[in-house]
T-cell receptor
Framework: LAKTTQPISMDSYEGQEVNITCSHNNIATNDYITWYQQFPSQGPRFIIQGYKTKVTNEVASLFIPADRKSSTLSLPRVSLSDTAVYYCLVVAAGNKLTFGGGTRVLVKP | DTEVTQTPKHLVMGMTNKKSLKCEQHMGHRAMYWYKQKAKKPPELMFVYSYEKLSINESVPSRFSPECPNSSLLNLHLHALQPEDSALYLC??????????????FGSGTRLTVV
């Protein structure tokens, strides 16, 4: 099971872009990279998932370099409501979803 | 319906009580999960059900007993819990236990306090 490492916390301001980098050095060929967001006293919410290169949806972008040993979640123009914990996970088919420490993002006015 | 519904939202129970947590989804998902989350910690997997059969038990103490009566329902029966079992209990579902590529849908959890 690939272990992930991400910063414990990050501060930002409204309107800025937030980039969270996650390292997963021992990612396997069949593994996908997925990100979840969690607000206090709520369940995690799926944000985005990718295998390689770049994935974009209405919420975020995910950048994965060719060696796939890291990935970067990009949140464009954050607002106060984006204050949350963001989890990076590496998932393989048939495997359980195992959470690492997550990154606490605080968006300030 | 794109939600996982958990009841109750809050539960306070004594160490000698028996209680149950309930989770329901109507998305046609065939894999369901129980997670436990302590304050300021990441969720920890407890149990996985795939096609209504228990496929993973993460060495959870027997005072926690899961049950999957049908493909839409997941229960967690609690008995003789300890104060350290107080936590947020999260239920999740996914389309297929063997293909996590579509993401998991989590409920809002049950906040359990053992007194």
């Amino acid at each position: 099971l690939a272990k992930t490492t991400q910063p414990i916390s990050m501060d930002s301001y409204e309107g800025q872009e937030v980039n969270i980098t996650c390292s997963h050095n021992n990612i396997a060929t069949n593994d996908y990279i997925t990100w979840y967001q969690q607000f206090p006293s709520q369940g995690p919410r799926f944000i985005i998932q990718g295998y390689k290169t770049k994935v974009t949806n209405e919420v975020a972008s995910l950048f994965i370099p060719a060696d796939r040993k890291s990935s970067t979640l990009s949140l464009p123009r954050v607002s106060l409501s984006d204050t949350a914990v963001y989890y990076c996970l590496v998932v393989a088919a048939g495997n359980k979803l195992t959470f690492g420490g997550g990154t606490r993002v605080l968006v300030k006015p | 319906d794109t939600e996982v519904t958990q009841t109750p939202k809050h539960l306070v129970m004594g160490m000698t009580n028996k209680k149950s947590l309930k989770c329901e989804q109507h998305m046609g998902h065939r894999a369901m999960y129980w997670y436990k989350q302590k304050a300021k910690k990441p969720p920890e997997l407890m149990f996985v059900y795939s096609y209504e059969k228990l496929s993973i038990n993460e060495s959870v103490p027997s005072r926690f007993s899961p049950e999957c009566p049908n493909s839409s329902l997941l229960n967690l029966h609690l008995h003789a819990l300890q104060p350290e079992d107080s936590a947020l209990y999260l239920c999740a579902s996914s389309q297929d236990g063997s293909a996590p590529y579509y993401g998991y849908t989590f409920g809002s959890g049950t906040r359990l306090t053992v007194v």
